[in-house]
């Protein structure tokens, strides 16, 4: 088959209104209890479930079917705690003076801070990264379009699939990132775009309160 060839799109299952209503509805009911965890346990999840995930977010739409995405998926404890070093300087810098009053009294409410254990818990951290050079197959290094954008679809459905097979999750961005290239042995031309922190929850984890205030559908939509 040759690239400028097409295929029937046959994929999609034929529901009825009602049908599509009650997938909708099930789909947010599913993932309207996804929330960020800041304490995991160190239980081990199997790698089957996290490379079908990987799978599942590597489907995501893109700039020019590039899929300017790599996944480094770190379980060794001697890079997890690299990881968890370099990160937590960033994060002293952050909350001892680099960042504004208030951005720091936005975070407040969530009960964030520089200590962050949950890199060496968790039994994996997926690093994200955008190619800006590269392609379809191996080896190539051509430019790659709507980097940003194309990650941050790809990661979200990560997110979701991981959610859908019951392992909590937390994005965490320190910055400056650079540091994950050489932790994880990626190419100058990748950018770092943030680390997936993925396993099960606690038994005592907690989630704070204003995490789960969410706004209503008539602030988040309008229809013209």
């Not at 991981?162 to 540091?179: C, E, R, S, V």
């Not at 031309?189 to 680390?195: F, I, R, S, T, Y």
């Amino acid at each position: 088959m040759k690239p400028h060839d097409k295929i029937p799109y046959t994929d999609l299952p034929n529901y009825s209104d009602a049908e599509r209503v009650a997938k909708a509805k099930a789909a947010y009911e599913q993932l309207k209890t996804r929330r960020t965890c800041r304490h995991f346990s160190d239980d081990s999840v199997p790698r089957e479930a996290i490379e079908y995930a990987l799978l599942a977010g590597g489907t995501a739409p893109n700039g020019a079917n590039h899929q300017p995405w790599h996944f480094a998926v770190v379980e060794s404890a001697e890079k997890k705690k690299a990881i968890r070093e370099a990160a937590e300087k960033e994060e002293k810098a952050f909350y001892s003076g680099k960042a504004s009053q208030e951005w720091i009294d936005a975070l407040e409410p969530l009960g964030t801070d520089d200590d962050k254990p949950y890199l060496e818990t968790a039994p994996y951290l997926i690093v994200i990264f955008g190619q800006r050079k590269g392609g379809m197959y191996p080896g190539e290094m051509k430019q790659n379009y709507y980097v940003n954008e194309s990650v941050g679809i790809a990661t979200g459905m990560l997110i979701s699939a991981l959610h859908d097979a019951g392992l909590a999750t937390l994005t965490h961005t320190p910055n400056p990132m650079k540091f994950l290239n050489g932790v994880c042995d990626r190419p100058a031309n990748e950018k770092p775009m943030m680390v997936l922190v993925v396993g099960k929850p606690a038994d005592d984890a907690t989630i704070p309160v204003h995490a789960t205030v969410k706004k209503p559908l008539e602030e988040i939509s309008t229809w013209l």
